[in-house]
């Protein structure tokens, strides 16, 4: 209601009709005007500006009042230097990435950035040592597996730089990033009865259940990760062929698998008994509560896991929005089928990437174990 406040001040006298205001392009400005009067980071006003606003107009519509269409962002948001708009365009053209990732790379190229702002260096003085100390800095406040990301990022926008002639050395082979072992972290898959009870534990009684219960058996059945299931979208459900198509986040690449019966039915128990009627989502999985935007994050993903996985009274050392894909990989790959299957359902283009399921498959482990001699 603060940032409701503040933006029909800023636009006294009101206009006419002043729905007409609720735009996002209106919004974005008016951020950005608020930030730099106040001396606040922009991009973060807008953030919380731009949330407001659009849960402000969703209230009103929800209400009967007409207001203007709130402009969905697609790709790359807007505005940002131009150093990042060529960055994202040259991981778009020359690496084939998908904008969720380019994003992902653009926040942590504007964190070293921002580092280098704050000890007045420029981007073409950067130094050996002032990579060591952000990658120090970094792993203060981020587990190893996020400093290696943010490390793999900062490398990319360093080939960037060199590859742009805005740089004439190229310091990305010196980036050192901590290592990660394979399988250092305990198993992330589930057992398969921990998976039956965990879906029984949901009650599908209420509206959330209903939801809950069929992103669940969705993710557990074709072992879908939290961004697959999140962008699913009414279009994408073809009742007729019974099929269900994904996109999968990293790269964009789509697969086709078949709607089965049990799936088919828990997402017409949803859509008709338990998605919210006033929400123009596309998506198929939104939100309980106003305003009734898409699941878009994996925290909520892991934040249904874990709830649930609390009512089933499962201990597991990891529970996150990924445990589910894991699980599925590791039934598939103990009851038979063969890996190269397993790693097209899973989105995998080498098979390095589908051994992290097959590692803890102990019962197809088992029979490749060697007998161990006696020695007297």
Same mark, same amino acid.
């Not at 790709?75 to 230097?81: K, L, S």
């Not at 219960?213 to 969705?218: C, N, P, Q």
């Given at each position: 209601m603060r940032w409701v406040r503040c933006f029909y001040e800023a636009h006294v006298p009101p206009a006419d009709d002043e729905t007409a205001l609720l735009q996002r392009a209106v919004v974005v400005t008016f951020a950005r005007s608020y930030a730099e009067a106040r001396g606040i980071g922009v991009r973060d006003a807008q953030e919380a500006a731009c949330g407001a606003l659009h849960a402000w107009s969703m209230a009103l519509a929800a209400l009967g009042v007409v207001v203007p269409g709130w402009t969905p962002v697609r790709?790359?948001?807007?505005?940002?230097?131009p150093l990042c708009r060529a960055f994202a365009e040259h991981q778009r053209q020359h690496r084939g %990435?998908?904008? /969720?990732?380019? %994003?992902?790379?653009? /926040?942590h190229a504007v964190a070293w950035q921002a580092f280098l702002h704050r000890r007045r260096r420029r981007l073409a003085d950067a130094q050996l040592r002032h990579i060591d100390t952000f990658v120090e800095v970094c792993a203060q406040r981020y587990a190893r597996t996020t400093v290696a990301d943010i490390c793999s990022s900062l490398r990319a926008f360093l080939r960037f730089l060199h590859a742009t002639e805005r740089r004439r050395t190229d310091l990305a082979s010196s980036v050192v990033a901590p290592l990660v072992r394979r399988g250092a972290r305990p198993p992330r898959a589930l057992p398969w009865a921990d998976v039956r009870r965990l879906l029984g534990s949901v009650d599908q009684s209420t509206r959330v259940g209903r939801r809950d219960?069929? %992103?669940? %058996?969705?993710m557990a059945t074709y072992g879908m990760g939290a961004g697959e299931v999140t962008a699913i979208t009414l279009d994408d459900i073809d009742w007729r062929a019974d099929t269900l198509r994904v996109q999968r986040p990293k790269t964009g690449t789509p697969i086709v698998v078949p709607l089965l019966p049990p799936v088919a039915r828990a997402l017409v128990r949803y859509l008709r008994h338990g998605r919210p009627r006033p929400t123009r989502a596309r998506q198929v999985f939104v939100r309980a509560r106003a305003p009734y935007t898409a699941l878009t994050s994996s925290s909520a993903v892991r934040h249904i896991v874990v709830t649930h996985a609390q009512d089933a009274?499962?201990?597991?050392?990891?529970l996150g929005s990924h445990v589910l894909r894991h699980s599925h990989a590791t039934r598939q790959i103990n009851e038979g089928a063969p890996v190269k299957v397993v790693a097209d359902i899973l989105g995998h283009r080498r098979p390095a990437a589908t051994s992290a399921y097959a590692r803890v498959a102990l019962d197809r482990l088992r029979e490749m174990a060697l007998?161990?001699?006696?020695w007297r």
């Open positions: 790709g790359v948001p807007e505005p940002v230097d %990435l998908t904008p /969720r990732y380019i %994003l992902k790379q653009m /926040r219960f069929a %992103l669940l %058996l969705i009274q499962i201990s597991a050392p990891y007998s161990v001699p006696s």
